[in-house]
């Protein structure tokens, strides 16, 4: 499928590699931080979230971080590999109390290439 | 897991002409939303259909624009209006999952106004 990331920053990496992207953030007040992996020609799918009170939360390969000081989001890969090639989307959740559930203020992205 | 599927896949269409993207999921939800993502870009929210009421729109949107339907819990509409070359995006539904910020997209629909 055509890629949607034309104009996306990029991250190369060889497998095997840890991959760190980066992502930053504009709503002090949103609740959750949400990172998304789309592949060429799908739509996005989950892949961690990580709650504002938290600094820190680990998956199955993947870590993300949380600075609220600086408003920056990170997605740490470990043993990166080709399936992991794909662009990854950081996200904002602001509930506001319930009454915004489910809408997501998507960033920027970054293009994942992973070579083998 | 929630199976979305969105019709067309992709198309190409005239300026001025309109094109209605249908979406269609597994299982009864509430809730379905519409993003857009333009070449190049992240995405977008449009709007949050509820079924039984009028969809509620984001800053820049208009329902002029975009009218959406939905006319039960597994079934929504988005219309793109009036076509213009600046409307090219891929259009993608989604639906919340069963973990707070889990939200499944559909395939997306590859829109081309010439």
């Known amino acids: 499928g055509e890629s949607v990331g034309l104009h996306l920053p990029t991250l190369s990496v060889q497998e095997g590699d840890n991959s760190i992207i980066n992502c930053a953030y504009s709503?002090?007040?949103?609740?959750?931080f949400i990172w998304y992996k789309q592949e060429s020609g799908k739509g996005p799918q989950f892949i961690i979230d990580?709650?504002?009170?938290?600094d820190k939360r680990q998956g199955q390969r993947v870590t993300v971080l949380l600075n609220k000081t600086v408003k920056h989001l990170s997605l740490q890969i470990a043993a990166t590999q080709p399936g992991d090639s794909a662009v990854y989307f950081c996200?904002?959740?602001?509930?506001?109390?319930?009454?915004?559930?489910?809408?997501?203020?998507f960033g920027q992205g970054t293009i994942l290439t992973v070579h083998p | 897991s929630a199976v979305i599927s969105q019709k067309p896949s992709r198309d190409i269409c005239q300026r001025g002409t309109s094109l209605t993207i249908q979406c269609q999921v597994d299982?009864?939800?509430?809730?379905m939303f519409w993003y857009r993502q333009q070449p190049g870009q992240s995405l977008t929210l449009i709007a949050t259909?509820?079924?039984?009421?009028?969809?509620?729109?984001e800053s820049g949107f208009v329902i002029d624009k975009f009218p959406i339907s939905r006319p039960n819990l597994t079934f929504s509409t988005l219309t793109v209006s009036n076509m213009s070359p600046e409307d090219s995006s891929i259009y993608l539904c989604?639906?919340?999952?069963?973990?707070?910020?889990?939200?499944?997209f559909g395939p997306g629909t590859r829109l081309t106004v010439l």
């Open positions: 299982s009864q939800v509430t809730m």
């Open positions: 259909a509820n079924q039984g009421s009028e969809a509620t729109y």
């Open positions: 989604s639906v919340p999952g069963l973990i707070y910020n889990e939200q499944f």
């Open positions: 996200a904002e959740n602001n509930s506001q109390g319930g009454t915004s559930y489910g809408k997501l203020t």
């Open positions: 709503n002090s007040a949103s609740d959750y």
């Open positions: 990580i709650r504002s009170n938290m």
